[in-house]
């Protein structure tokens, strides 16, 4: 039927006319054009900037503290007076031990705070409390000390006094540099699931606001939905990805700084591996914003419609979550594996382990496929949201009407 | 040319556009009338691509409308369609350049446009906190700012002041003497008189009555009767037989004959009533074209 031909010519959404060269650089004219007005909108947007440096003190912020907390406190000072030879000696190879004239002088130095404990004869003096751990090691070597003492003076060979040393063996040396490297991993993805939370929440309403205003009606003149969905994500992306960059850098030099890591190079390797896996992550996510966007018709709905997002959004946590908490678990392997999770979870689990490279590859090769089908899925259900109005679309009204 | 040729389309089981056909010739404004849920938007929108048609064509030149002619239609959306948040010239930059004008050469226009279509504004405001008026000045140089083949304006008029009416027809004119054709959809049938070559009323999804103002005139003429009478009792009017009462301006009273009523027999008739102060025809006004195109 020559009328249906014809009639295939005035609709925007089966235009197959792409295919020239011509038309080919026009589309990515087109597509450049868009992307460029979501960067600049974005970069614009203070809201963007300030949560984003939010979300980045936080991190090092939290980064900061664990390392804190994590170092050893700082050892207590002894104060002992002039004359108990053999106890400061051995006091002296477990404490920064000061030496003073007589007793008087330790006790005042404990009085004015330079020493946390003095210790004349069997005396053990402290300001208020003695410490638990300091009280074992005092009264540890305080018997060490009178025994062999007692063993002198029953005129026993010094060779057979001599206490041997306990060897200290380190069975996983890096382990303070893995945890540093996991936590930094774990806490950007965190901030990075975070952030996508509250910038998918904006693309969806950028949407829903293009539709509710009719703006759609101008743009879908000029472009196609697919290229103004791809423009969209392409824009948002950069302009995200720029902003993360910047920020976890200065995060991460401000936490170097500060000395809170012992290898920075690795904690670097970290963080740009856990980039590397945002953006197909950030791909999935963004899509699934846009087209909950594109089903809402007024602003009011947008809520409504990026609530199951935002859920399963929620639910890639689990990933960075078990990395912490349990990382030998194998549930943390399954997790890694799975297309909208893995890419929170691999990279914290690779900063954890070395995990095998066939596992790497086949998570990657499954979440580029998961963003291959959700973009063109997407797209069909994003372009037949989009001229559809009156309160919430359905997606199976949506990929109906895109069908046409 | 924009040409309409036997467009239909149907919204689940309610028929909008019934075998549409309508032309606007090059140069031509065209005004598109019709009650509300007529199909003039259904109409446009289906021009833009905004829509498909279940079958039919919309053409331009001969050329049915596809991705690339789409480009070169300056169009204004009933709802108005602009970024609440943007800037006024950032806006209008962007939509030029999808419409694949260089970004120097779009600001450049959209500076001259602003300028003389008298938009009040500073630079930085955002769209919002521009006046109604305003912003609809704006949303006309969008589009505009490709320098169009063919206008499609619906309800380019509504919610402006005098000023800003005359201005924004003063532009309109501009276009089509140079050659554009012109569609653009109205409820102000002053305007629609005072500024369009030819008029196409809608109903039902199809165009019921077309024509220039006085071919419409015409068709209407010898069909309305104006009478005033003196002494005659409140209601008379209802009393008149073949006629229906049309409206009531300070006793002047407008009838429509229907079919087959002979005025003489009227004269008769309202004689019975009172003294005669004025029985003649009515010239009609466009509202009576219309009145009588979308109720015959």
């Known amino acids: ?30 597509i450049r054009a868009v992307a460029g007005r979501e960067i600049s909108q974005q970069l614009r947007n203070k809201n963007f900037w300030s949560s984003l440096l939010a979300t980045a003190l936080l991190a090092a912020l939290s980064l900061g503290l664990t390392t804190l907390l994590d170092r050893d406190t700082e050892q207590p000072t002894v104060a002992v007076p002039a004359g108990q030879v053999a106890l400061t000696e051995a006091l002296r190879a477990q404490l920064p031990v000061t030496e003073l004239p007589d007793a008087e002088a330790a006790r005042s130095a404990v009085r004015e705070q330079k020493a946390d404990v003095a210790i004349i004869g069997d005396e053990i003096v402290v300001l208020r409390k003695l410490p638990d751990e300091l009280g074992r090691t005092l009264a540890d070597t305080f018997r060490t000390v009178t025994y062999q003492e007692r063993l002198r003076a029953l005129n026993a060979a010094p060779a057979d006094i001599a206490l041997p040393a306990m060897r200290v063996t380190t069975l996983d040396a890096d382990a303070a540099r893995v945890q540093q490297r996991t936590i930094t991993a774990g806490v950007s993805v965190i901030a990075l699931v ?72 690795e904690i670097l390797g970290t963080a740009v591996n856990v980039l590397l896996w945002f953006i197909p992550g950030y791909l999935l996510f963004v899509t699934l914003y846009a087209v909950a966007g594109s089903l809402a018709s007024r602003q009011e709905d947008v809520n409504h419609v990026t609530g199951p997002v935002s859920m399963i959004q929620m639910g890639t946590l689990i990933g960075p979550i078990l990395a912490i908490t349990a990382p030998a678990s194998p549930a943390l392997g399954v ?45 069909r259900v994003y372009t037949g949201g989009l001229l559809q109005y009156g309160g919430v679309i359905k997606v199976r009204q949506a990929l109906r009407a895109a069908r046409h | 040319m924009l040409n309409f040729d036997r467009v239909v389309k149907s919204f689940g089981p309610k028929q909008v556009l019934n075998e549409l056909s309508f ?77 694949g004008v260089r970004a120097d050469e779009a600001s450049r226009r959209a500076a001259e446009w602003i300028e003389r279509l008298g938009v009040v504004m500073s630079p930085k405001d955002p769209l919002e906190k521009l006046s109604l008026g305003n912003q609809q000045k704006v949303q006309l140089i969008a589009a505009l700012m490709a320098e169009p083949r063919v206008l499609v304006l619906d309800e380019p008029f ?12 003063d532009v309109l004119l501009e276009q089509a003497r140079n ?49 005033s009478l003196q002494g005659a009792e409140a209601g008379w009017p209802e009393s008149v037989p073949g006629v229906r009462r049309v409206d009531d301006h300070d006793g002047l009273v407008s009838f429509e004959l229907s079919d087959g009523t002979d005025p003489d027999d009227v004269l008769d008739a309202v004689r019975r009533l009172g003294r005669i102060e004025h029985f003649g025809w009515r010239n009609p006004s466009l509202s009576d074209i219309f009145r009588e195109a979308v109720t015959a």
């Open chain 1, 1 to 30: 039927m020559s009328v249906d031909v014809r009639s295939e010519t005035v609709n925007v959404t089966t235009s197959t006319s792409t295919t020239t060269p011509a038309s080919r650089v026009r589309a990515s004219a087109l």
């Open chain 1, 194 to 265: 975070l952030l996508m939370f509250m910038a998918g929440i904006g693309i969806a309403q950028g949407v829903a606001e293009e539709k509710s205003s009719r703006i759609v009606e101008l743009l879908l003149a000029k472009v196609t939905p697919r290229q103004l969905l791809i423009g969209k994500i392409l824009g948002l992306g950069v302009a995200a990805l720029v902003q993360i960059s910047v920020t976890l850098g200065l995060g991460l030099a401000a936490a170097t700084v500060a000395g809170v890591f012992t290898a920075p190079a």
């Open chain 1, 335 to 379: 997790v890694s594996m799975i297309p909208g999770l893995s890419w929170a979870a691999m990279p914290v689990r690779m900063a954890y382990s070395s995990v095998p490279f066939w596992q790497v590859a086949v998570a990657l090769a499954l979440t580029v496929a998961a963003v291959a089908a959700l973009l063109a899925i997407g797209s």
């Open chain 2, 23 to 99: 032309a606007v010739r090059p140069g031509e404004l065209y005004g598109f009338c019709g009650a509300n849920g007529a199909g003039k938007t259904t109409a446009m929108r289906i021009a833009l691509g905004v829509h498909d048609a279940d079958s039919g064509v919309v053409t331009i030149d001969g050329r049915p409308i596809d991705a690339d002619l789409r480009a070169q239609i300056g169009y204004m959306p009933e709802e108005r369609g602009l970024y609440a948040k943007m800037r006024p010239i950032d806006q209008l930059v962007y939509l030029a350049k999808l419409s």
């Open chain 2, 158 to 169: 509504s919610g402006l002041d005098p000023v800003a009416v005359d201005a924004m027809a």
């Open chain 2, 179 to 227: 050659g554009i054709p012109v569609l653009f959809s109205s409820h102000q049938l002053d305007l629609v008189d005072r500024l369009c070559d030819r008029i196409g009323i809608i109903r039902g999804g199809r165009i019921v009555a077309e024509g220039t103002v006085g071919e419409l005139r015409a068709k209407v003429a010898g069909r309305l009767l104006q009478i």
